[in-house]
Each structure stands twice: as structure tokens, then as C-alpha cells.
């Protein structure tokens, strides 16, 4: 769209105010939200906000920042999200800039533009992704404080009445559906109170543009229905945790470059490479994909989410599997993120880990067919299987180790995201949990 065809829309649709969205270093939606008489300078690119104030961009003495307009991502919010007598919102998504118009190296969405540009340099037309993001409702206090009781007693696809979620979930897929997503499927998961909505695959970058307005349309619905939707990955002890995994595939010329009949399994050499370069990087790569202290507890055997790094042709135990169909659909699917990470950030490691691995031309060892979490000490020595971080401050250490996805990163936001994760770690390790007075206070 051109900025005359959007301010048409805006005028035809009633339009009042317009939202220039961006997320902070952790993936925190933010915006800006303009009248109907600042509508052209926002479309210009002319809107300065103050960056010291947002989580990992500048310090106060370089502070002013522009929000550069992406006109592929504006949308009118349907009035089933946005209802009010105030007026119609519309919104666009935004890159960050310097006054100057230089591009800022601490931008998310800039990261991600980066590796994109490096992969159609090696001749790449894009990476293509399709996540399948896992969410809890929970119920709300009197006071509208969320609550960590869920909404429901049900499990993996069942139906109303024991899916209580159902109307809302609904709803959440009616205002997705109107604001352009293709939706694939919609369910209950595991857990109780855990529910899946999947969408279609698409460029890395429309993808991440994707999850976080995905994001905001669920908590936003949730509410709407007196719910909390928290996309936190392991909020109840004992029962699975939210997953974002991510169906992976690189694109040439308009075919999938992971295809080719005559390989083995009839994945191409390219595939197998970027499956190594995921494998080794992973350690470093699961600070930026499951980013919270509270990721590394979903992380654990026995709830479905993986914990070793290796691959398979099918075994859903594996932080990598590549599900059986092929031609166009094939694809790697990476199981460890969680919906908590900032989706700009984590396709931009992924991508970055993936073509280190095609520059290498390292193959990875045998895919794994049995349970992994099964397998015997000699068995995982015999396999080269490794485990993933246990800890957010394992994972910071390896990603600090790690110059491939440290360079992805770029040394602005690595900084900045290293030094708030390590807050972080330290206020978690020095605060007294309840399991602690539980296990020692009488005793001791």
C-alpha cells in the first residue's frame, strides 16, 4: 500500500486513531497512538518518542528516536476488538531510527532484517515459518487480578463442555481471521486451561510481525471474556507448559530448498545443514528463544518439551523433528522456543545458527528414531546428544560463548539484553520462594 491508499482507508473506514507499534528488546508490545490530525506525519515517519525509556534501547543522552512506518503491516482493527464510540484504530508496525534516518542497531525488527538480507545474499528468497503458539486462560480475583486457576478441567482436544474455552478461543479466531490470518487450527492442548491457535506459514518477517499481534488479539479477547491469557511458559508446576514451536523451511527460487528426491529421507544437503547449524547453536540460542527463568522449567523431562539437543525423522521427543511430509511442505520443526521470547530476536538467531550451518557444510549425525529421554549415558555418547541449558544462567553462559548468534545479535543488544536477563537471574536467585519455607522452615 502507498501512503496515499492507506490515508484513504482511514478516511473511509472512520478511522480516529492510529497506532505505531514496535516491541522493546524482551518483545514487549509498544505504541504510540495518534489523532486523526497527525496522521500524515506518522505515515512520513516524522514521530520521535523518547528510546532512553524503552527496555534495551538508548541512554538518556541519545535519546530521541523515529518510528519509521511499515505500510505492509496497517491494518483497521475490527470493531469486535476495538469497539468504542471514540472512533475506529488502525495500526501500523514500525522500524526504529536515529533523527538522522540511520537504521538502529538495537531495533528487533532491524536484527531480523539483517539476517534476512544476509540470506538473500547467499541467494536465499526467504525463511519461511509457521508457529504453532500455546497459551493458558485463567480465571480473574473480584479485583481482576489474573489468577492461576484454570479456566477448565480439559485436555488434549476435547470438546465443550469440559473445554470451557471454546466461545473465547473462537472469537480470538473470528478477529484473527478479520484482521488477515490464515487460520489452520484451533484447540484445546494438554494441560487444562491450555489452548493452541495455528496459522500459516509465512516470510520470517510477516511471521514475527504475525506472533505479536497474535499476542495482543489473545490477552485482548480474553479479557473481553472476563479471562488472563499468559503466554508464560511453565505457570503451573506438574502439568505441561506453553510451547512456540516453529515449522521451518528455506526457500530458492521459488522451491523448497530443504526438498530433494534423490537425498536421504528426501531432505536436500542444505537442509541437513541448517539442522546442524541449529543443533549447534542451540545451547548458545535458548536464551534468546526461551529467554525467562521460568522457560527453563517447562524444559524439563517428561511434559513434551524437549530437553536434549538432537533430531529426528519423527520422534516428538527431539528439540528438532522433521514431520514426514515432503515436496514443498518439507520442513524442520524446532521445539524448544516458548511464546514468552521476543519473535523478531528468535528467528533472527535461528536463521543466523541455521546458515552458519549450510557455510560450514557440516551434517549432522543420524537422526534418533527411539524416545530420547529414554536413552541410556552410553546411548547418548554414541549419538553425540547433548543437553540443553537447565538454567537461565546456563543458557546466558553459553549464549556469551557463542560468537555466531553474539553476532547475529550485534554487540548493542546483546549488551542490553545480557545485562537485563542477568538482573533478572540475580533477582530470582536471591529471592526466598515458597518451596524454600516449605521444605526448611520447620525443619531447620
Known amino acids: 500500500m502507498t501512503k496515499a491508499d492507506i490515508l484513504q482507508v482511514l478516511r473511509e473506514q472512520e478511522v480516529r486513531f492510529l497506532r505505531l507499534q514496535f516491541t522493546d528488546i524482551l518483545g514487549v508490545n509498544k505504541n ?9 506525519k506518522a505515515l512520513d515517519g516524522e514521530v520521535m518518542f523518547d528510546g532512553s525509556t524503552i527496555e534495551g534501547f538508548t541512554r538518556s543522552e541519545e535519546a530521541d528516536m523515529l518510528l519509521k512506518p511499515d505500510y505492509s503491516t496497517f491494518l483497521v482493527f475490527p ?17 526504529i531510527a536515529y533523527p538522522d534516518g540511520r537504521p538502529f542497531e538495537g531495533d528487533p525488527r532491524q536484527i531480523l532484517k539483517a539476517q534476512l538480507e544476509r540470506l538473500r545474499k547467499m541467494g536465499f528468497d526467504d525463511l519461511y515459518a509457521g508457529p504453532e503458539p500455546e497459551f493458558f486462560l485463567f480465571t480473574r480475583t473480584p479485583e481482576g487480578d489474573p489468577s492461576i ?7 488434549y482436544f476435547d470438546l465443550a463442555p469440559l473445554d470451557k474455552g471454546e466461545e473465547a478461543r473462537r472469537e480470538m479466531v473470528n478477529v484473527l481471521v478479520q484482521m488477515g490470518f490464515e487460520i489452520e487450527a484451533s484447540h484445546h492442548e494438554v494441560a487444562p486451561g491450555q489452548h493452541e491457535i495455528d496459522f500459516k506459514y509465512s516470510g520470517a518477517l510477516r511471521t514475527a510481525d504475525n506472533i505479536t499481534t497474535f499476542k495482543f488479539v489473545v490477552k485482548k479477547v480474553a479479557l473481553k471474556y472476563g479471562l488472563h491469557a499468559t503466554f508464560m511458559p511453565k505457570p503451573i508446576a506438574g502439568i505441561n507448559g506453553s510451547g512456540l514451536h516453529m515449522h521451518l523451511s528455506l526457500f530458492k527460487n521459488g522451491e523448497n530448498a530443504f ?24 545451547e548458545g540460542m535458548v536464551a534468546i528463544t526461551n529467554p525467562l527463568v521460568n522457560s527453563y522449567k517447562r524444559l524439563t523431562p517428561g511434559y513434551e518439551a524437549p530437553t536434549s539437543i538432537a533430531w529426528s525423522d519423527s520422534n516428538r521427543s527431539a528439540m528438532i523433528r522433521v514431520p514426514a511430509r515432503r515436496g514443498i511442505g518439507t520442513r524442520a520443526e524446532f521445539r524448544a522456543p516458548d511464546p514468552s521470547c521476543n519473535p523478531y530476536l528468535a528467528l533472527a538467531v535461528i536463521l543466523a ?21 529414554q536413552l541410556s549415558v552410553r546411548d547418548r555418547r554414541k549419538h553425540k546428544v547433548s543437553e540443553l541449558p537447565g538454567t537461565l544462567r546456563e543458557a546466558l553462559e553459553a549464549l556469551q560463548k557463542d560468537e555466531v548468534i553474539r553476532g547475529a545479535l550485534g ?3 546483546y549488551k542490553q539484553f545480557l545485562r537485563a536477563k542477568q538482573i533478572e537471574w540475580n533477582s530470582y536467585r536471591s529471592a526466598v520462594h515458597q518451596w524454600e519455607l516449605d521444605q526448611y522452615l520447620a525443619e531447620y
Open 149 to 155: 486457576i484454570t479456566h477448565d478441567r480439559a485436555g
Open 259 to 282: 526438498y530433494d528426491p534423490e537425498g536421504d529421507n528426501k531432505l536436500s544437503k542444505i537442509a541437513l545443514y541448517f539442522i546442524q547449524g541449529l543443533l549447534e547453536h542451540a
Open 32 to 40: 504510540v497512538e495518534l489523532p486523526a490530525s497527525q496522521f500524515e
Open 353 to 373: 545458527a541455521g546458515l552458519d550451518g549450510i557455510e560450514k557444510k557440516e551434517l549432522p549425525p543420524p537422526p534418533i528414531e527411539r524416545n530420547i529421554y
Open 79 to 95: 470493531e469486535e476488538l476495538e469497539s468504542s464510540h471514540q472512533g475506529r484504530v488502525a495500526r501500523l508496525i514500525c522500524d
Open 411 to 413: 554487540d548493542h543488544l
